[in-house]
């Protein structure tokens, strides 16, 4: 379908004939993007062009003007249409016959209409007590009419935009903010919205209203493709929804993806954060530069009021070799020479981290221009800024952007690359791959006084998800990555072994301190063999703890920073040659202890709640931590202990958020093992917790099988199906290999599901195995869990019958 063709199928059908030429032009593959967006804007034009001059007969002193995004020429496919009839004033009902037949035949296409019926002079005071007003008339375009009377509204929006900027733009950044505190930020959200997040078609407009008011201007390299870029997922998410959405839905990507020519919802999302990184920057650049001038204004009369002479000149502190601080940012001094000097970038860049100001675009912009590269390996003095830029704490993240925007970090790792923009869908996860790493970085720097090394830890804290979005285990694959790195920029080799080993193990204490049995000798040796230092093992915990508190507040609390420093303080102990020996068994507290005797003497369970509100401590701080509930049962041992309180606890709509299980010691002279103690950590779906005795009362039904809990949970998900996105990941059931001498530690990787820890136990029952102990985790919507499990003896299972196990457990998941 040719531009001929659209225009005379419009002009010769009237309303119909533009319904038509609309339809082919948006379902045809003959246009796309900015061609696409510029014909039906043009098509619009002559269509409503058409209906003005049909309805108004051509009156002198009345004039269509489209406004905001199609003043812009942008009509995506289900965008609204922003018009004012514009008009000298008079003639109300003729003015009205006018709008009616143009509002109209709009609404009768089912097309979304933003209009009004203005005078100049009425524009003009809407845009003066509205902002969003102002900002649509800026992109004032005339369609019909007295042109006369669009050139002149909008000659004079632009210079009470222009007058009234050193108000106004306060104003626009101060509803900038307030729209990205609720959106969020685009490049990092993986439901994002295009045009209201942080980095949006909103702030692109923003933008565009700055450099409209002659005060400040937005960095122009790679704006405009930016724009385009989210314009075009936001045109194919149109026809693909058939909705006015801009939001990009889990749902929708691969099909988007797919019309874009991308390969998979990833790549889409990455280029979507890439063009909204790029906004963020020349945002953040503009409103910085807005600041200034703005300072600079109020200051300036004053100053040559008192002085009588002309105005200051801002002063240039030196911070280091070549870079100084000159009116709030940092830039390079006049002898600085970027083309004998490789180092400049990175010392500038620490000196301005150091110092909490942010880089001069320019600057960073001639350097990247002009800068050397580095030699391989880095001299020392590279190495040690990088590792000060590193541990400067906060001001880090803006000064690693603005190196970062010029594509200095790709120049200097160009492993880097990879992980940019790089999305991560599991929910646990609040940034993408390269933010979480100076994010963690951002952390670590405040735990260096905690470490012999803190340049290992910092430079770990960087590289210790390198190796994502290569195939296979990341751990792994980042150990060759690190191991590289390290070399190339300085290190010796053994400083990179330890920095490949903490890249190659910074999940293992997490991991093992919440999914292992601590009190198995074999876990804690395993861990030591893998550490195998004193000085390792310090960084490892620290680095532990600042990629937590870096991933998300799902990822770390004082519960399991306590559970890491109780492994960390056993692996010490080998590591400085005491053997871990068989540990002797915890003695109870006063109510487990009465819990275990009640159940013991009624033959049934036994249970308390209890209120579980963590707040934050000087070792692990952050926002104060609502576990929930504490539940602790006590129930003789019996077969279906697990499946049968996980079940009533499901029925309940309690959602378990940790689990332990272990056989309790009894006084008296009561045999171990005769009574099982379950320590749960549980929050509310919906409403109350229930009450205690309900919650027994079942739990006695269950016990005994009077209590039907299968049919209970099916009827209930049939009459409440839930509603699903994106299918998650099948669940993954594997055998840890030697992992305890007592047991068979089958681990579950799973979606979080109601009733998903009462299937895992049922399973287990009736595989005839006995549950010894259970370390029960729950990650944001991924549940991670560790059974050790024995033989009706007591004994570890062979390995073959343990993997008949776990084969047996995935497929009734998988069902």
Not at 15 to 40: D, F, H, K, N, V
Not at 313 to 337: C, F, I, K, Q, S
Not at 408 to 419: A, G, K, N, S
Request: hydrophobic letters at 45%; one cysteine or more; charged letters at 25%.
């Amino acid at each position: 379908m040719t531009g001929a063709d659209v225009r005379s199928e419009a002009e010769n059908a009237g309303p119909g004939g533009y319904a038509a030429a609309r339809l082919r032009l948006l379902t045809e593959g003959t246009w796309s993007g900015p061609s696409r967006r510029a014909a039906l804007a043009g098509l619009t034009d002559r269509w409503l062009a058409e209906l003005f001059t049909g309805a108004a007969g051509g009156p002198r002193g009345v004039a269509l003007v489209a406004v905001g995004g199609y003043g812009r020429g942008e009509l995506s496919p289900r965008s609204d249409l922003d018009l004012l009839l514009l008009h000298h004033g008079g003639g109300t009902e003729e003015i009205a016959t006018v709008a009616d037949r143009l509002w109209y035949p709009v609404w009768d296409l089912g097309i979304a209409l933003d209009h009004a019926v203005r005078t100049p002079a009425e524009a003009r005071g809407a845009a003066r007590d509205d902002l969003k007003v102002q900002l649509g008339l800026l992109d004032a375009r005339h369609l019909a009419g007295d042109l006369g009377l669009t050139t002149a509204l909008r000659t004079a929006i632009l210079a009470d935009w222009r007058n009234q900027a050193p108000r106004r733009l306060p104003e626009l950044r101060e509803l900038c903010a307030e729209r990205a505190e609720r959106q969020g930020e685009l490049r990092y959200l993986l439901e994002p919205d295009l045009k209201e997040a942080r980095g949006g078609l909103r702030d692109a407009t923003a933008l565009r209203a700055v450099a409209a008011s002659w005060l400040a201007d937005a960095p122009r390299e790679g704006l405009a493709d930016a724009r385009r870029r989210l314009l075009d997922v936001r045109d194919v998410l149109h026809l693909t929804t058939g909705r006015a959405s801009d939001r990009l839905a889990l749902q929708d990507q691969d099909q988007v993806a797919a019309e874009l020519g991308l390969p998979d919802a990833d790549a889409l999302l990455r280029q979507v954060y890439e063009a909204a990184r790029v906004l963020s920057y020349a945002g953040d650049v503009t409103w910085r530069e807005v600041g200034r001038v703005l300072r600079s204004r109020a200051v300036r009369p004053r100053l040559r009021a008192l002085l009588g002479g002309p105005k200051p000149v801002a002063e240039r502190t030196p911070l280091a070799e070549g870079v100084v601080e000159h009116d709030g940012e940092v830039g390079l001094a006049r002898t600085a020479r970027p083309e004998r000097d490789p180092v400049l970038p990175l010392r500038a860049a620490a000196a301005a981290a150091q110092a909490g100001l942010p880089l001069s675009p320019h600057a960073v912009r001639h350097l990247a221009a002009t800068a050397r590269p580095l030699p391989t390996p880095w001299p020392a003095e590279a190495r040690e800024q990088l590792v000060t830029l590193l541990g400067s704490g906060r001001p880090t993240v803006e000064v690693w952007e603005a190196l970062e925007a010029e594509g200095l970090i790709t120049r200097f790792l160009p492993d880097w690359e990879r992980v940019r923009c790089r999305p991560q869908r599991n929910p646990v996860h609040r940034w993408t791959v390269d933010r979480h790493l100076i994010e963690t970085a951002v952390r670590a720097s405040a735990l260096t006084r905690r470490v012999g090394r803190p340049d290992l830890l910092l430079v770990a804290a960087l590289l210790h998800d390198i190796g994502k979005g290569l195939p296979g285990d990341h751990c792994a694959a980042g150990e060759t990555i690190a191991a590289d790195v390290a070399g190339r920029i300085g290190f010796d080799p053994a400083d990179t072994r330890v920095l490949a080993t903490l890249v190659r193990h910074h999940l293992l204490l997490v991991q093992t301190a919440t999914r292992r049995d601590l009190d198995d000798p074999a876990t804690v040796r395993a861990v030591a063999e893998a550490v195998g230092t004193q000085s390792t093992l310090e960084l490892l915990h620290a680095l532990t703890e600042a990629d937590a508190l870096a991933t998300g507040p799902a990822a770390w609390s004082s519960w399991r920073g306590s559970l890491v420093t109780d492994l960390v303080g056993r692996v010490r102990a080998v590591l400085a040659g005491e053997a871990p020996g068989e540990p002797e068994p915890a003695a109870p507290t006063a109510e487990q202890e009465r819990l275990a005797i009640e159940a013991f003497r009624t033959d049934g369970p036994a249970l308390a709640l209890r209120a579980q509100t963590e707040q934050p401590t000087e070792e692990y701080p952050g926002q104060p931590e609502q576990l929930g509930v504490e539940l602790l049962i006590a129930v003789p041992d019996q077969p279906g202990v697990l499946p049968s309180v996980a079940g009533v606890l499901a029925t309940h709509r309690l959602t378990v958020r940790t689990a332990e299980l272990w056989p309790l010691d009894l006084p008296d002279g009561v045999a171990r093992g005769s009574v099982l103690l379950l320590d749960w950590r549980v929050a509310a779906e919906y409403g109350a917790l229930p009450q205690a005795a309900r919650l027994r009362a079942d739990l006695v039904r269950a016990l005994d099988g009077s209590l039907d809990i299968a049919s209970r949970l099916a009827e209930r998900d049939a009459a409440y199906p839930r509603r699903h996105g994106v299918a998650a990941p099948p669940p993954r059931v594997t055998v840890a290999a030697a992992a305890s001498r007592h047991a068979t530690v089958i681990e579950v990787r799973a979606q979080d599901a109601p009733g998903l820890l009462f299937r895992i136990g049922r399973a287990l029952e009736d595989a005839k195995v006995r549950v010894r102990s259970a370390h029960v985790s729950t990650l944001g919507a991924n549940a991670a869990d560790a059974f050790y499990v024995t033989g009706p003896a007591g004994d570890p299972l062979p390995d073959e019958e343990a993997a008949s196990v776990a084969r047996r457990l995935e497929e009734a998941l998988r069902t």
